[in-house]
């Protein structure tokens, strides 16, 4: 169950590798000061998309919870409302991301020479909002019913379509890299239709017909409680990432394309932690509602153990490839030697977010997110906390960034 959520989720490998090909094309064939541009974005791309998928997350639990308890009146209550409301926070979140973007720009040091082209790299990526977030919750109210491939195999086809769409405009067409974001925006409302249109061919228990266009108030609260919990638990991460960004863009023009791409890697690597949390969740929740708690605690077990195992293998791989998986993205030395330093370092801190994710699954699977809202608050506060002091005031080099990398 959990390994299509790896891949599929918004952010999960799949959708890393969007932003992963971007970030290859444009390293390859734009160049050093358009890859710097992406990258201090990153955080920032990071944050909204992280909010988006909490947001899809936090509305699925109490449609997991009445599917398990098979009470499924009212697990199409939630899933109307589910649905209007994530209408309203897509339209909401894109005027305001699109609006606040250079002045975010700005507030985080991004250099004066690549600032526009960051600006309309990221302008064009929140603009699909309304897509990233439909797709999300087409693919929770599935994962909520057992079902963790279906949307995974749409993601394939766009992930495809998303690689040739970059090669097209960025060699082609010139575009730099807002083709790259473009492309991205494109395949994204691709995967977000063929959901739409699985869900109403092939999923007998969403058929809800006139429901659809019913909106719950008494439903509201508990609805959006979730949702908001959850998607500010997964923000909270990523505040801490455009925090320790702020700090890179005063660190030069090679160490932002260096932290750039071994970011992408430590994206790569952290994600299927994070979603094999995800799938403990929609495990937890489902013998919840079904009063299975024999079942809840072996869960628990078992994914803690998977957790466990993934943190010391890709501590291993991350460390010994540094050097080889640096060289997929750039050709300068003095970049690709400041990215295996930092790649490396960051690869001796995975086991410690590994246990982290899995037991804030739990807590979210049995309906106690605040545990995992003030303990993604407390490691994003002192993450940013440490870079500032040994990069700011004590003057160490990348390698510091991670230090303070500690999981509560």
Same mark, same amino acid.
């Given at each position: 169950?959990?390994?299509?959520?790896?891949?599929?989720?918004?952010?999960?490998?799949?959708?890393?590798?969007?932003?992963?090909?971007?970030?290859?094309?444009?390293?390859?064939? $734009?160049?050093?000061?358009?890859?710097?541009?992406?990258?201090?974005?990153?955080?920032?791309?990071?944050?909204?998309?992280?909010?988006?998928?909490?947001?899809?997350?936090?509305?699925?639990?109490?449609?997991?919870?009445?599917?398990?308890?098979?009470?499924? *009146?009212?697990?199409?209550?939630?899933?109307?409302?589910?649905?209007?409301?994530?209408?309203?926070?897509?339209?909401?979140?894109?005027?305001? =991301?699109?609006?606040?973007?250079?002045?975010?720009?700005?507030?985080?040091? =991004?250099? #004066?020479?690549?600032?526009?082209?960051?600006? !309309?790299?990221?302008?064009?990526?929140?603009?699909?909002?309304?897509?990233?977030?439909?797709?999300?919750?087409?693919?929770?109210?599935?994962?909520? @019913?057992?079902?963790? *491939?279906?949307?995974?195999?749409?993601?394939?086809?766009?992930?495809?379509?998303?690689?040739?769409?970059?090669?097209?405009?960025?060699?082609?067409?010139?575009?730099?890299?807002?083709?790259?974001?473009?492309?991205?925006?494109?395949?994204?409302?691709?995967?977000?239709?063929?959901?739409?249109?699985?869900?109403?061919?092939?999923?007998?228990? @969403?058929?809800?017909?006139?429901?659809?266009?019913?909106?719950?108030?008494?439903?509201?609260? *508990?609805?959006?409680?979730?949702?908001?919990?959850?998607?500010?638990?997964?923000? =909270?991460?990523?505040?801490?990432?455009?925090?320790?960004?702020?700090?890179?863009?005063?660190?030069?023009?090679?160490?932002?394309? #260096?932290?750039?791409?071994?970011?992408? !890697?430590?994206?790569?690597?952290?994600?299927?932690?994070?979603?094999?949390?995800?799938?403990?969740?929609?495990?937890?929740?489902?013998?919840?509602? #079904?009063?299975?708690?024999?079942?809840?605690?072996?869960?628990?077990?078992?994914?803690?153990?998977?957790?466990?195992?993934?943190?010391? @293998?890709? #501590?291993?791989?991350?460390?010994?490839?540094?050097?080889?998986?640096? *060289?997929?993205?750039?050709?300068?030395?003095?970049?690709?030697?400041?990215?295996?330093?930092?790649?490396?370092?960051?690869?001796?801190?995975?086991?410690?977010?590994?246990? =982290?994710?899995?037991?804030?699954?739990?807590?979210?699977? $049995?309906?106690?997110?605040?545990?995992?809202?003030?303990?993604?608050?407390?490691?994003?506060?002192?993450?940013?906390?440490?870079?500032?002091?040994?990069?700011?005031?004590?003057?160490?080099?990348?390698?510091?960034?991670?230090?303070?990398?500690?999981?509560?």
């Amino acid at each position: 169950f959990a390994l299509p959520l790896i891949q599929q989720l918004d952010d999960g490998v799949l959708h890393l590798f969007y932003n992963l090909a971007d970030t290859i094309i444009v390293g390859r064939f $734009v160049g050093v000061e358009a890859l710097a541009a992406v990258g201090s974005v990153g955080g920032l791309n990071y944050l909204v998309l992280g909010f988006v998928n909490g947001i899809a997350c936090g509305f699925s639990i109490p449609i997991s919870w009445t599917f398990g308890a098979k009470d499924y *009146k009212e697990m199409r209550r939630y899933t109307a409302n589910t649905v209007w409301l994530s209408i309203a926070f897509a339209t909401v979140l894109t005027i305001v =991301t699109v609006a606040m973007t250079r002045l975010v720009l700005v507030w985080t040091n =991004t250099p #004066a020479d690549i600032i526009d082209l960051a600006d !309309i790299y990221i302008r064009t990526i929140f603009a699909g909002i309304p897509f990233t977030l439909l797709y999300n919750v087409t693919s929770a109210l599935m994962r909520a @019913l057992g079902d963790s *491939k279906s949307a995974l195999y749409f993601l394939m086809i766009s992930s495809v379509l998303n690689i040739g769409g970059d090669l097209f405009f960025v060699e082609v067409l010139n575009w730099g890299s807002n083709g790259c974001a473009l492309s991205t925006v494109i395949s994204e409302a691709l995967c977000c239709v063929l959901c739409v249109l699985y869900i109403r061919w092939k999923v007998p228990i @969403l058929q809800l017909g006139r429901r659809w266009l019913v909106f719950d108030g008494s439903l509201l609260r *508990k609805t959006v409680s979730y949702g908001w919990a959850s998607a500010m638990q997964q923000a =909270t991460v990523q505040l801490g990432k455009i925090a320790v960004q702020a700090i890179v863009n005063t660190m030069g023009v090679s160490t932002m394309a #260096a932290f750039t791409a071994a970011s992408r !890697i430590d994206d790569f690597a952290y994600t299927p932690q994070q979603n094999i949390g995800h799938a403990m969740t929609t495990l937890m929740a489902q013998n919840r509602g #079904a009063g299975k708690h024999d079942r809840v605690k072996q869960g628990f077990l078992c994914g803690m153990r998977i957790e466990g195992v993934y943190g010391v @293998l890709i #501590a291993v791989v991350c460390f010994g490839g540094a050097p080889f998986i640096m *060289k997929l993205f750039v050709t300068d030395p003095e970049v690709i030697h400041l990215g295996v330093r930092f790649l490396r370092t960051v690869s001796l801190f995975y086991l410690m977010p590994a246990f =982290t994710n899995g037991i804030q699954g739990f807590f979210r699977g $049995v309906g106690d997110l605040k545990v995992t809202l003030v303990s993604s608050t407390i490691n994003m506060l002192f993450r940013a906390a440490a870079a500032a002091v040994f990069v700011l005031m004590w003057k160490l080099e990348i390698e510091a960034l991670q230090i303070g990398r500690a999981h509560v």
